[in-house]
């Protein structure tokens, strides 16, 4: 069975510095693997989603990269702002209809 | 732009009582999901459905049913609800072909619903 795992939980940084949020998943047979974006009290918003046969797919100052053989993904944040404050998910599909999260990483940027 | 809607953001309803929770997506979406989030655990799938009147369950799906009546409508439905439901729920939809094209799921801006 499918677990992903995101560490840290939470994550202080300030403003202006480059991060990177981690994201491990136990079966490698993944179909594709997506980073969400979580504000409080609100949805998901989709940020990417890398697909199996791909390394890395980057949006603006978002790059997230896919390593199936060691079972881990990163998301990586250039030059941090306060407005990227917020809990950040991952999370995988194996093919079905089901999606695996994680529980998130929650991120203060601190101005 | 993909728009899901939940009926309502916050909802506070009593021991026992039947309570019904709405999501509605105006992009033609085969599929759609009812998730329940608590603090800890991520996003933990109860239901979901591929087409109308279709319905599988998910993880956790004690304790809770759903209908899917319209392609555009899923619900919800805590048959008698108990303190143990209290939590964020979140409504999701997707596109049949997401499988085939990678497309994302869409989420709503979720119900936080306290069981009192």
């Known amino acids: 069975k499918q677990e992903v795992t995101q560490i840290p939980a939470a994550l202080s940084v300030p403003e202006g510095e480059n991060l990177v949020l981690n994201c491990s998943f136990t079966d490698s047979a993944i179909y594709n693997l997506q980073w969400f974006r979580q504000d409080p009290g609100k949805g998901l918003t989709s940020l990417l989603l890398i697909q199996s046969s791909q390394r890395e797919q980057t949006s603006g100052r978002l790059n997230a990269s896919l390593d199936k053989s060691s079972g881990r993904s990163t998301l990586y944040i250039a030059a941090s702002q306060p407005g990227d404050s917020a809990t950040y998910l991952c999370a995988s599909n194996t093919g079905g209809f089901k999606t695996i999260f994680g529980a998130g990483t929650r991120l203060f940027v601190k101005a | 732009d993909v728009k899901v809607t939940q009926s309502s953001r916050y909802l506070v309803k009593r021991t026992g009582e039947k309570v019904f929770l709405e999501c509605v997506q105006d992009m033609d979406h085969e599929n759609m999901f009812w998730y329940r989030q608590d603090p800890g655990l991520g996003l933990r799938l109860i239901y979901f459905?591929?087409?109308?009147?279709?319905?599988e369950k998910g993880d956790i799906p004690e304790g809770y049913s759903v209908s899917r009546e319209k392609k555009e409508r899923f619900s919800l439905i805590l048959e008698s609800a108990s303190t143990n439901q209290t939590s964020m729920y979140l409504c999701?939809?997707?596109?049949?072909?997401?499988?085939?094209?990678?497309?994302?799921?869409?989420f709503g801006d979720g119900t936080r619903l306290s069981i009192l």
């Open positions: 459905s591929y087409d109308v009147k279709m319905k």
């Open positions: 999701a939809s997707s596109s049949r072909r997401r499988i085939v094209l990678n497309q994302p799921q869409h």
